[in-house]
């Protein structure tokens, strides 16, 4: 990734270095169970995730492994408000309709 990063465009390079690669490595120290790493890169790139592409599902999977590692890392206060914060953002979904078109 970072080779990639190197031999890209100025634009690129900012994303893969400030974003992608902060990820990649959030998600790794996730998969090691090093909570608090996870954490503290997840909240370094949070607000920019957007910028790396991919659809709304794989964006969702960084928000849903950050929640992850903050429950995990015993801060159930906070994982309960940012869980609170996702269900309040999805209130107008029906789930009724979701399901009639994967039934069908």
């Not at 503290?40 to 910028?51: D, K």
């Not at 950050?66 to 269900?87: F, N, T």
Request: aromatic share 6%; charged share 20%.
């Amino acid at each position: 990734m970072k080779t990639h990063a190197e031999n890209s465009s100025p634009y690129i390079q900012r994303i893969w270095t400030e974003v992608a690669i902060p990820g990649a490595l959030a998600m790794i120290a996730h998969a090691q169970g090093d909570w608090n790493q996870a954490i503290a890169i997840f909240e370094t790139i949070r607000e920019n995730l957007c910028i790396i592409g991919g659809t709304n599902t794989q964006l969702d999977l960084f928000e849903q492994v950050y929640i992850d590692a903050v429950s995990k890392s015993g801060e159930k206060d906070l994982a309960l408000e940012l869980l609170s914060k996702r269900a309040a953002l999805r209130r107008n979904v029906s789930v009724g309709s979701c399901m009639e078109v994967t039934a069908n």
